[in-house]
Every structure is written in structure tokens, then in C-alpha cells.
């Protein structure tokens, strides 16, 4: 699977939007970008993922470069609950079960 | 609430114990997952279970012994721990690898195990 590169923390006000942002210059054609997310004492949370065309659910966005080599997970109103850990994984479907996850981003949302 | 349970929540035992870490998913899932999460260390991938058969084995000590007696049920047996396996120890579930969902991994609340 491709490393991915995620800055190691970041701020937002609450009630705005949170951009977090990866890297993931090596990734290969086959290979989803997916987005968890712990909360501090709890399990990681799926939150969305994409090959190509950029995805919205009932909990973010995620936009993803024409190039496929960056991508950014969009909050578009952090709450003061959305303070967590933020990991994104590059993986692809036929390489086993293998979900590699990274330091990821502390994101803490202030008031 | 993710539909996957893990009991005991806390857990504290010595070197020469045996105890057990039980895992239930209520989402219909295939798959099932053991990761151990240190203190400032990334989630650690230990055991991985589709349909019942251990598919990967993450060169996890074999003072660790995993059984998974059907789909819905996943634990993981420890027994002549050293203190630095003190540890979160998360289950997850996910559907298959036919589904295209595999990487959807849904995380149990976690065991918080302490080895004195």
C-alpha cells in the first residue's frame, strides 16, 4: 500500500469548516483513499473513502486531485466532539486485509 | 455504538495469569480483526479472520493465541504476558473481500489491559 503523509496536528475553530489534508504521491491506480478518525479512549471510526471522484456522506467530504496524489477530508462545520486523531490510509481491495494506519492528524477544534 | 461489543472494558493481570479478550459484531460481517494500540505508537494489526480461517498472522508472539469460533464471534487468549504488552486491544469487523467493503472496518470500544 502507498505511505501516506498527513501533518502531525491541526487547529479549527468550531463552527467552521476543517481541511485536512494528505499526502499520497505514490499511490497506484487500484488503490482507495480511505479516512478514520479516534476519538481520544475509543475505537477508530470509519468516516468515507474514494478512488477517484471526490464523496460526500452525512459526516465529510472527501476531494481528491485529478492526479490522485493529494487528497483533503472536509468537516464542513467542526464540532467541539470532532477533536480526534485523524488517520488517512491508502489500500487497495485485492491486497488482503492489510489496513496500515500512520501517525495521522491530531485535530483539535477549539470554541 | 458500531455494533461491535469487547469485554472486559479494563482488564489487569499478572505475568503467569490466562485470561481471555471476547469480541461480538452484530453487523453480519465476514471478517475480523485483533490490533493492539500502545501508548504514542500507530494501531498495530494482529490477527485477521474471513469466514472463520485465520487469513493473516502479523508475526503477533504466540503468547497470543487468537479463535474465532464462527463469524459473529472473535477472542483472543493471553497467557504468560510481559508488561509491555499493556496495551488498547481493538476488534473490528468488516464484510468480505468480494463486497468491495473490505477496508470498512467497524472498531469495538477496545480492551484496556494492563500486565503487572
Known amino acids: 500500500d502507498a505511505k501516506t503523509t498527513q501533518p502531525p496536528s491541526m487547529d479549527c475553530a468550531e463552527g467552521r469548516a476543517a481541511n485536512l489534508p494528505c499526502n499520497h504521491s505514490?499511490?497506484?491506480?487500484?488503490?482507495?483513499v480511505y479516512w478514520y478518525r479516534q476519538i481520544h479512549s475509543q475505537g477508530p471510526q470509519y468516516i468515507i473513502h474514494?478512488?477517484?471522484n471526490n464523496e460526500t456522506n452525512e459526516m465529510a467530504s472527501l476531494i481528491i486531485t485529478e492526479d490522485r496524489k493529494s487528497s483533503t477530508l472536509i468537516l464542513p462545520h467542526a464540532t467541539l466532539r470532532d477533536t480526534a486523531v485523524y488517520y488517512c490510509i491508502a489500500a487497495s481491495n485485492n491486497a488482503g486485509n492489510m489496513l496500515t494506519f500512520g501517525g495521522g492528524t491530531r485535530l483539535m477544534v477549539k470554541p | 455504538e458500531t455494533g461491535v461489543t469487547q469485554t472486559p472494558r479494563h482488564l489487569v493481570m499478572g505475568m503467569t495469569n490466562k485470561k481471555s479478550l471476547k469480541c461480538e459484531q452484530h453487523?453480519?460481517?465476514?471478517?475480523m480483526y485483533w490490533y493492539k494500540q500502545s501508548a504514542k505508537k500507530p494501531l498495530e494489526l494482529m490477527f485477521v479472520?474471513?469466514?472463520?480461517?485465520?487469513?493473516e498472522n502479523n508475526s503477533v508472539p504466540s503468547r497470543f493465541s487468537p479463535e474465532c469460533p464462527n463469524s459473529s464471534h472473535l477472542f483472543l487468549h493471553l497467557h504468560t504476558l510481559q508488561p509491555e504488552d499493556s496495551a488498547l486491544y481493538l476488534c473490528a469487523s468488516s464484510q468480505d473481500g468480494t463486497s468491495g467493503r473490505l477496508y470498512e472496518q467497524y472498531f469495538g470500544p477496545g480492551t484496556r489491559l494492563t500486565v503487572t
Open positions: 479472520y474471513n469466514f472463520k480461517e485465520q487469513t
Open positions: 474514494g478512488l477517484k
Open positions: 453487523l453480519g460481517h465476514n471478517a
Open positions: 505514490t499511490i497506484s491506480g487500484n488503490e482507495y
